[in-house]
């Protein structure tokens, strides 16, 4: 298995432009989650997902959008770049409501300029 | 919201030295989980803990799970420089869906 990958490692957008970060599972899991990871403020949830069709609003959403059309992917959707999204974004993903324990991507660096 | 509260933020020890870092919370856990993030990775789950009073190893990693339901310990002993990273205390974040994490104690070993 694969776990969690995540793409793009890297990317520099100008403000205003819009892109997609991917996230894909292989390991069937339901529950899948977006944070982001600002210095020194841990981990900050942004959108999740308890299975495909189906997403809500984290602590931090403003900004970004989620779809999850299939079990295995569930991407993040910037409309309009701003620098406040400059970030590093990690996907997760568990198996299902019992298990605690999340299983993370290694990350997308976005810088906004 | 659930808090936790992680201590202390950064840690600068020289190699062999033994580390320990907490974290509370402002109510009571069922679930503590320490995670450790390498640099330019995410973070993997070093220990889960269960129950009250619970102490569980992984190698040199030790933690516990405080008896007041409400603060955690992890402790690295014989520290060497692949220890290096941060390490995040995290626990069920009010729902069953989702965690809520500390913001992490930044450790540094110097060889």
């Known amino acids: 298995n694969a776990g969690v990958t995540q793409t793009p490692k890297f990317r520099i957008l100008k403000i205003g432009q819009s892109m997609t970060l991917q996230c894909a599972q292989d390991m069937n899991h339901n529950y899948m989650y977006w944070y982001r990871q600002d210095p020194g403020m841990g981990l900050k949830l942004i959108y999740y997902s308890v299975g495909a069709g189906i997403t809500d609003k984290g602590e931090v959403p403003n900004g970004y959008n989620v779809s999850r059309s299939t079990t295995e992917d569930f991407p993040l959707r910037l409309e309009l770049a701003a620098p406040s999204q400059t970030s590093v974004y990690f996907c997760a993903s568990k198996p299902g409501q019992n298990q605690e324990t999340q299983y993370f991507g290694p990350g997308t660096r976005l810088l906004v300029l | 919201g659930q808090q936790l509260n992680q201590s202390p933020q950064s840690m600068f020890i020289q190699e062999g030295e033994d580390v320990s870092m907490n974290c509370t919370s402002s109510s009571i856990f069922n679930t503590w989980l320490w995670y450790k993030q390498d640099p330019g990775e995410g973070p993997v789950l070093l220990i889960a803990l269960y129950k009250a009073g619970e102490l569980t190893s992984n190698g040199r990693l030790t933690a516990q799970f405080g008896i007041t339901r409400k603060d955690s310990f992890l402790n690295i002993s014989a520290s060497i420089p692949s220890d290096v990273g941060i390490y995040f205390c995290?626990?069920?974040?009010?729902?069953?869906?989702?965690?809520?994490f500390g913001k992490g104690t930044l450790l540094t070993v110097n060889p």
């Open positions: 995290a626990g069920p974040g009010g729902s069953n869906y989702k965690l809520t």
